[in-house]
């Protein structure tokens, strides 16, 4: 089986029924791809790490919580320009896709996608929330 560890960070939180412009924008996107297995457990296959062009400055409060500012991106490229080797990652190489708080990830990535043109191209095969999952383990009230 393969699974895609990943996470993003972005310019701030998104909104809840807020317009398309009020929404993060994808700063950073950054993923293991690996092979599990019983014999050898994960074994890594690919990696991608991606400083990505906003449209939009960063919120001096966002890049205190990531440490990503605007000189960090100022020549990188933007989003468009990767969006088809993330989603490869994404929906084509992978049999599960991870992430702690999956569900803000996916919201980011699918309101970047709709940026774009390409709303409802987040599909991955299976997904799993290490947050959700680990909730009732770590015996977290109000999560």
């Keep these: 089986m393969k699974a895609f560890v990943f996470d993003t960070e972005t310019t701030g939180f998104t909104v809840?029924?807020?317009?398309?412009d009020q929404q993060p924008y994808i700063i950073q996107f950054a993923g293991i791809l690996g092979e599990i297995s019983q014999e050898n457990g994960f074994v890594e296959i690919d990696r991608i790490n991606i400083l990505i062009k906003p449209p939009i400055a960063i919120p001096f409060a966002s890049?205190?919580?990531n440490g990503i500012y605007d000189r960090d991106v100022a020549d990188?490229?933007?989003?468009?320009?990767?969006?088809?080797e993330i989603m490869?990652?994404?929906n084509i190489r992978t049999d599960i896709a991870v992430a702690h708080n999956i569900e803000y990830d996916r919201d980011v990535l699918s309101y970047e996608l709709e940026r774009l043109g390409r709303a409802g191209d987040f599909h991955p095969k299976q997904s799993l929330c290490t947050m959700r999952s680990s909730t009732e383990y770590c015996q977290l009230q109000g999560r």
């Design 16 to 20: 809840r029924d807020g317009r398309l």
């Design 63 to 65: 890049s205190q919580v």
């Design 76 to 84: 990188k490229e933007p989003l468009s320009h990767h969006i088809d």
């Design 88 to 90: 490869d990652f994404i």
